[in-house]
């Protein structure tokens, strides 16, 4: 009965070592490293708040353009008789799409390509109605918007995925409400702004329990962004638990029906 008992120790000792072990061991591993964590976001213009204000239109970006003055055209010009009463292309009430090649250039009807890489949203807007003023209409309103600006939400928010940013100042808390809010498990304490070059990213900490935040002009979203939403303690206490009695029962089985095995050869 002696080594019974030196074998209720060991599973004693080890199911005590297992448990101090996991303690420790954090479940979410995302953006979780130490070089990570510091908040590099200050004195950089990145972080002042201009949204996408200041974002620089490349090759490859979707505009879509519509002529205030006419909803149905960039041009107020009427169907062609032959054309059935249709324009032939794809146009709603939101405008139409265009793409900026790889030269930089987006072809316009009537103008012709123009040249808008480079450009802020508002430079290029300006120059797109002063190019039609000039030549086809007598007062255009020009309306352009970039459509495949986007942030990317993680973590523990109800809908994680890649959002756009449909205006020009989106904050932090718009777009975790767009997202259906944080789940029961985040921790609203520590959120990260992760932004700029993959290589030597800009890390902004949000600490959205305080009400002085709001007004943080950090929280301004910019092309790109990817947003983190860590757990809390509790949740990753909850998940430490569970993994742990996921690992250990099989175990504990296992020495149990040895110790039975044990004392009845020796009974």
């Known amino acids: 009965m002696r080594i019974c008992t030196h074998l209720i120790n060991i599973n004693l000792i080890f199911l005590v070592v297992f448990l101090c072990s996991c303690s420790y061991k954090q479940q979410q591993l995302l953006f979780k490293?130490?070089?990570?964590?510091?908040?590099?976001?200050?004195?950089?213009?990145?972080?002042?708040?201009?949204?996408?204000s200041d974002y620089r239109i490349r090759s490859q970006d979707v505009l879509q353009i519509r002529n205030l003055q006419n909803i149905k055209y960039i041009v107020d010009e009427a169907p062609s008789p032959t054309a059935g009463g249709s324009s032939g292309s794809m146009v709603t009430s939101q405008g139409q799409a265009y793409q900026v090649e790889g030269d930089?250039?987006?072809?316009l009807p009537v103008i012709g390509r123009i040249k808008v890489a480079g450009l802020t949203r508002a430079e290029a807007m300006k120059l797109i109605e002063d190019d039609y003023r000039k030549s086809v209409l007598k007062d255009p309103i020009i309306e352009l918007k970039i459509t495949n600006l986007k942030v990317t939400l993680l973590g523990e928010v109800k809908a994680q995925g890649n959002y756009p940013l449909l205006k020009d100042k989106t904050n932090l808390v718009e777009m975790i409400g767009a997202a259906g809010g944080l789940t029961d498990k985040a921790d609203e304490k520590n959120i990260k702004?992760?932004?700029?070059n993959p290589k030597n990213p800009q890390i902004t900490e949000v600490d959205l329990s305080k009400t002085s935040t709001l007004g943080d002009p950090k929280l301004i979203l910019q092309n790109d962004d990817i947003i983190y939403i860590a757990q809390n303690k509790r949740a990753i206490k909850n998940d430490q638990l569970q993994n742990f009695n996921m690992t250990a029962q099989p175990l504990l089985l296992i020495l149990n029906s040895a110790l039975v095995i044990y004392a009845l050869i020796h009974r």
């Open 193 to 196: 702004i992760i932004r700029g």
């Open 33 to 52: 490293e130490r070089g990570t964590i510091e908040d590099t976001s200050r004195n950089t213009a990145a972080t002042q708040g201009s949204g996408t």
């Open 104 to 107: 930089g250039t987006v072809a």
